[in-house]
């Protein structure tokens, strides 16, 4: 059974900082490219994070030099670190495959305030 569990969001002002977490059922997780998305109020969602199963990473030039995405295989658990968020960070974000599977979790919600 696929499992996409998204935690960690929640209501920061600008500047701040917050760490997501996402564990994934073993099956999706163990040799696969992992990566967080994000989908903004209105947009299409996008990816913002990448990182394989060897621990390659690759960001979105929204987002690069202020988050980091991390994974520990060991818990089948990838981690998003977002430092200096924007009030534009504002979203519902997940993680997923990459690429992703047509399963989603339900994702959290992150909210910048200016």
């Known amino acids: 059974q696929v499992q996409l569990v998204e935690s960690g969001g929640g209501l920061v002002q600008a500047g701040g900082s917050l760490r997501l977490s996402c564990t994934a059922s073993?099956?999706?997780?163990?040799?696969?490219?992992m990566g967080w998305y994000r989908q903004a109020p209105g947009k299409q969602r996008e990816l913002v994070a990448r990182i394989s199963s060897g621990g390659s990473t690759m960001y979105a030039d929204s987002v690069r030099g202020r988050f980091t995405i991390s994974r520990d295989n060991a818990k089948n658990t990838v981690y998003l670190q977002m430092n200096s968020l924007k009030p534009e960070d504002t979203a519902v974000y997940y993680c997923n495959r990459v690429p992703p599977l047509e399963y989603w979790g339900k994702g959290t919600l992150v909210t910048v305030s200016s």
């Open positions: 073993g099956s999706i997780f163990s040799i696969n490219e």
